[in-house]
Nanobody
């Protein structure tokens, strides 16, 4: 499974972006899928995850209430809506899939995309 993340860019604080993660070479509809992020000099951080059916979504504490994850299994695509962005949200955002259940740890995910950069200016 190959993942292609897109939608990153430069946005002012308080603004919004929508990230997309498109899967190819296999289906992601049987896996939990998540977004992680990594800021310069910091460890990778879990952002949001969604179960294979889309019935359940779960979030990291720092983004809960501001970000929304969703999926369209017919399009093999997972989205991350980023609202009320803050400068501390600046990071490379990665999508990952291949986990089961409500996985929050990177090693639980088998497949990773290349990342898309989100920069939030103050």
């Amino acid at each position: 499974v190959q993942l292609q993340a897109s939608g990153g860019g430069l946005v002012q604080a308080g603004g919004s972006l929508r990230l997309s993660c498109v899967a190819s070479g296999g289906t992601v509809s049987i896996y939990a899928t998540a977004w992680f992020r990594q800021a310069p000099g910091k460890e990778r951080e879990f952002v949001a995850g969604i179960t294979w059916s889309g019935a359940s979504a779960y979030y990291g504490d720092s983004v809960n209430g501001r970000f929304t994850i969703s999926r369209d299994n017919a399009k093999n695509t997972v989205y991350l809506q980023l609202n009320s962005l803050k400068p501390e949200d600046t990071a490379v955002y990665y999508c990952a899939t291949g986990a089961t259940g409500w996985a929050r740890n990177g090693p639980e995910y088998k497949y990773w995309g290349q990342g898309t950069l989100v920069t939030v200016s103050s």
